[in-house]
């Protein structure tokens, strides 16, 4: 046996190894590539045992189990791969509902944390007798259908495959628990969760499997896919302090006026002020100062006053003692602050002990960051995804928007990186086809029966959420397809912890009165017999961590925050 202790000693342990090898510290590999919008992770509790109502001792949290999915739903003669996943029955009474999520785009053994009560996953299980799942998504962490991430392997990484895993899961699986082989859909109400991807695949496999899912919760589920997505950055710029806005504005604007201009002296000059004297390209200098912004992200209501971000606009906006004004102080003052932000620790945080180049530029095809293929690579994983399904390219604004972010970043500089992640799959940038995504899973336009959206306006991904500002749809709130908007940030409201900001509770406790009225009204339809395989395996596979051959570039690929401990 060993005590809760040393399980959370094991845990930080493996965590700050996989940081040891980590190209740079936040785990990406480049710092000019967006952090992807995967969902917190959450602590499990320490301490107790796992027990179940009557107090029959469980098994732990993070018993890991695996399940015989089939590579290639269009070809099921292809065979299996082992996919992960996590399972609990603490609150299950027969009867309950069987509450499955993926984390998504991620190595899914942080995510445990989401079979338990410190979520919005366990609140609904406590509330209605449920048992959780937590199961990983296909091509991450060690549920893979291929040896490798190459191209050719990855043909069979589509959100339509993921789909249909969701579906062979929940009629095959014979679960963990007491009636396990008997509560596949049909036999027992299924909930599906998800968050941000995983939360649009919540809205998407609801619309391509009517009458699976008896029920839907989709956290800040990035449901239109867009191309452009420089609207990422909308409600940052709405939300963080005017004149730290205005200072951003200001100096961005000047530094592509100077870029794009031919004196050597001045464009010099501008890269040295962020220690950034040896990066080659000036997108890549320009675009690395998205990293500031791309910060936001990793907020959360529970965050408290002292954040990288809020370190940010003090050190631009606070001289002496005393606040810039909301207009902000000016590029004069603004620019060397800024500059000296990241000369006095941040891009030592950003970059670790690589040298600006190998960390910010974003050209050279050669780095192991473009060409390693070893599987468990989030980041690669979740590119194939961007680069031919859902784009959501993290650019600057239109001429004639407020921009917080260079202009000289536009689509075809990531689309240039698709092409040198994937040489094989594009001779030429990608056509990212969101227009077929949107068509298939209908984006904006979907209306499902008992389908729970909760969005936050502080999250940076709102505007491609139900909750968008800009949307081009009429999209109005039913008791049938709730629209809940509270005042968090990504995802906020998965987590239990969050209710102490009033706005997020009343979205939580919305939810939880949905799913109350819903599965009051769920009857059985015994059209499946019930999984027919084999009962459910324990991995007994080395669980390594996740590897570390991320390039930190400007966001796709940072770490997200996790919650803390409710
Ligand atoms: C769960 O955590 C415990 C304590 O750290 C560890 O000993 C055990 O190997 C873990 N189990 C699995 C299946 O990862
Ligand atoms: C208690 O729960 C366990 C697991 O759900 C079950 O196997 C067992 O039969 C139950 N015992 C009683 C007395 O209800
Ligand atoms: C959450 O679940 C644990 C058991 O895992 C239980 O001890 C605790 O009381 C629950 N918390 C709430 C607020 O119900
Ligand atoms: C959950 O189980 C308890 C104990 O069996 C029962 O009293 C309660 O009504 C159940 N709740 C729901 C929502 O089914
Ligand atoms: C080029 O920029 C430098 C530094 O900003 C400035 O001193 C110089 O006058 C500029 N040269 C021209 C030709 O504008
Ligand atoms: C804020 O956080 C930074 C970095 O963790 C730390 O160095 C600093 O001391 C903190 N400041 C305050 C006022 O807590
Ligand atoms: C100016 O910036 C500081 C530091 O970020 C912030 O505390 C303050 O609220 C801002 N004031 C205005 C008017 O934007
Ligand atoms: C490109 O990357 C390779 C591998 O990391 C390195 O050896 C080479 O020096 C780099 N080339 C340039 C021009 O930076
Ligand atoms: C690819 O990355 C893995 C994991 O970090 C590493 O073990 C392996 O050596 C790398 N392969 C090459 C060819 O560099
Ligand atoms: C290999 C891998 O998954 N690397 C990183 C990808 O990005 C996330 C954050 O977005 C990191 O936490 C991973 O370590």
Known sequence: MVSPRQWKLAVVLASLSSLAHAALPDGRFNGNIMPHPAIPPVEVPEGLPVVSRNGTQLPPYNQTYIFDQLIDHNNPSLGTFKQRFWHTYEFYEPGGPIILMTPGEANAQPYSGYLTN????GLIAQQQNGSAIVLEHRFYGLSNPKPDLSAESLKLHTIQQAIDDLE????????PQPDGDKVAPGQAPWILIGGSYS???TSFTMVNKPNLFHAGYASSAVVESILDFWRYFEPVRQNMPRNCSADVQAVIAHIDTVFKGNNATAIQAIKDNFG?????HLDDVAGALRNNLWDWQSLQVTSGPNTTFTRFCDSLEVKNGVSAPASGWGVETALPAWGNFWKSGYLRNVCGKQNAEDCLGSYNVTQDYWTNTTVDNANR???WIVCNEVGFLQEGAPTGQPSLVTRLVQPAYDLRQCQQM???AFPKPPNVNVARTNAAYKGWNVKINRLFFANGLRDPWREATMSAQSITVNVKSTSQQPIAMGDGFHCTDLSAGSAVDATVNAVQQKALASMKTWLTQWKPTS???GPKGNSPQIDSRPSFGRNSREKPVNAWFRPSSSFNGA
């Open 118 to 121: 410190r979520t919005i996953n």
């Open 168 to 175: 062979y899961f929940a009629k095959n699986v014979k679960l």
């Open 199 to 201: 939360g649009a695949l």
């Open 276 to 280: 950034l004297g040896i990066v080659t």
């Open 381 to 383: 994983s979740w590119f």
């Open 422 to 424: 994937f040489p094989a």
């Open 527 to 529: 059209t499946h017999a």
